[in-house]
């Protein structure tokens, strides 16, 4: 079994910036994608950004290139969320899920772990 703990959620001005961590526990030698995901009230749940626990290919859904960025420290078994240029449309329910093998990284039904989740709430 694999934990996952995101943190790092809260309010922020729109423009403005957040980082995001998600900390894994338990089996993390066998984990191969990690993958942050999002759901904003009244939507379904969507894919954000993922990253292979080896070799650090990363991988981005449209609506967040270029302000977002998906990294890991495998030392401290942690994966980071870097959201930049903050708009009042990322305001979501922010999760983070592991998988241990490769995935359709876009599909959440393929994710065999998940945290609970962080708000991040953008507003001024």
């Known amino acids: 079994q694999v934990q996952l703990v995101e943190s790092g959620g809260g309010l922020v001005q729109p423009g403005g910036s957040l980082r995001l961590s998600c900390v894994a526990s338990g089996r993390t030698f066998a984990l191969y994608v990690m993958a942050w995901f999002r759901q904003a009230p009244g939507k379904e749940r969507e894919f954000v950004a993922a990253i292979r626990w080896s070799g650090g290919t990363t991988y981005y859904a449209d609506s967040v290139k270029g302000r977002f960025t998906i990294s890991r420290d495998n030392a401290k078994n942690t994966v980071y969320l870097q959201m930049n240029r903050l708009g009042p449309e990322d305001t979501a329910v922010y999760y983070c899920?592991?998988?241990?093998?490769?995935?359709?990284?876009?599909?959440?039904?393929?994710?065999?772990?998940w945290g609970q989740g962080t708000q991040v709430t953008v507003s001024s």
């Open positions: 899920a592991a998988a241990p093998r490769f995935v359709r990284v876009s599909s959440e039904v393929e994710y065999d772990y």
